[in-house]
């Protein structure tokens, strides 16, 4: 089920950035500028306000997975290595002065590092190509078994995080294109295709996450193992590959890095987009840095690591509770003729798109019921 869930969530991805490419190309104003257009006051700082939230979650799982890497590189304490996160704020103010392309190279360069790391990991794991087929059939148990809905939720909001969705669109706003109706539609089915790509291999990081695991761990009677640090001990050995576990670690390490840097940049197109408010770069890290910190640090003195890797699981889940803010007025943009004029959404497009937003708020209010019966139990 857990690769079923990777699945579904890339094609929501890919309609969401889709969509996105669309009402950038047509309007020339990208989600959060849409929004604050389109929505009153109130409702455009509410709407940012949830977004930070879920910017707030996603720096809080970069900082916990940096500190997990860096205390298994270099055997620095997890609460010092979360202390020592907060100066990737410097990274990020060098890359921003040095502009925007060099700041998407090495993006590109830490995402290529975490997808080279787990296709390593994948073919030392050599794992069952008919186990791999089948557990990427969907199933149903995730409605009624509240902790494999909770793991889907995560895996939902860890792909389709929806801070990532408004940094799209601002991006898009940068590509250039011709200022007619085919030129725009040109532009429309290259972003596409830019999106497709990225997406596509997103897709395999995630699954080679889930499949490495898989191969690793259930078929050798470790099907207990779920802190990160107890996968790192066991690759090595159960793999019989030297240097498995550190490779894993230094994929961990990129991960956090590559968060880092687009949860920076989203953090600061939201808050104009919203807002129309501009603050210097290092003074919107520190805040939302210090924001993440702050819990992580409490939690991994009192509650050590079984305690960081529940937060960073309820992290990921925080973003998919988010996702519906930030997918339903996209959809709403789209399919209205008087924005998006012949770029509105055709009536299939319509119904797929409005399915999707109403799948992520059933599942994210279905496992807030949950939760609530089971604190009532």
Request: aromatic share 8%.
């Amino acid at each position: 089920w857990c690769p079923s869930s990777i699945v579904s969530s890339n094609l929501l991805a890919l309609l969401s950035t889709a969509l996105a490419s669309k009402l950038v190309f047509r309007t020339g104003r990208d989600r959060a500028q849409a929004c604050r257009d389109h929505y009153s006051r109130p409702v455009s700082i509410a709407l940012w306000l949830g977004c930070e939230v879920a910017i707030a979650a996603c720096d809080l799982a970069e900082v916990i997975g940096s500190a997990i890497a860096l205390n298994l590189l270099f055997h620095i304490p997890l609460t010092w290595g979360i202390i020592l996160t907060a100066l990737d704020v410097m990274m990020v103010l060098v890359l921003q002065h040095r502009g925007f392309r060099l700041l998407e190279a090495v993006v590109i360069t830490l995402v290529a590092t975490v997808g080279a790391c787990f296709f390593f990991e994948l073919i030392i794991s050599r794992p069952s190509l008919a186990g791999v087929a089948h557990g990427f059939i969907p199933t149903t148990d995730i409605f009624t078994d509240r902790d494999k809905l909770y793991i889907a939720i995560g895996i939902l909001g860890a792909t389709v995080m929806p801070h990532n969705l408004y940094l799209h669109s601002s991006i898009v706003q940068t590509r250039r294109y011709e200022e007619t109706v085919a030129g725009k539609r040109e532009a429309v089915r290259f972003a596409f295709i830019d999106s497709t790509i990225a997406l596509t291999f997103a897709l395999f990081i995630n699954a080679a996450i889930l499949i490495v695991a898989a191969a690793t761990f259930y078929t050798t009677g470790h099907q207990g193992v779920a802190e990160i640090q107890d996968a790192y001990k066991l690759l090595t050995p159960l793999l019989g590959v030297s240097g498995a576990s550190a490779v894993f670690a230094l994929a961990l390490l990129a991960s956090g890095q590559n968060s880092t840097l687009t949860g920076t940049l989203a953090g600061q197109i939201v808050m104009e987009g919203f807002l129309d408010l501009r603050l210097r770069p290092w003074v919107r890290r520190l805040i939302t840095r210090g924001i993440a910190i702050v819990p992580a640090i409490i939690v991994s003195v009192i509650a050590g690591e079984s305690g960081t890797a529940k937060l960073l699981v309820l992290s990921q889940v925080i973003l998919s509770l988010q996702l519906s803010f930030a997918v339903i007025p996209l959809v709403q943009f789209t399919s209205d003729p008087r924005k998006m004029g012949e770029f509105a959404n055709a009536k299939w497009l319509r119904v797929a798109a409005w399915s999707a937003a109403v799948v992520i708020a059933s599942l994210n209010l279905w496992l807030l019921v949950q939760t609530f019966q089971g604190w009532l139990a």
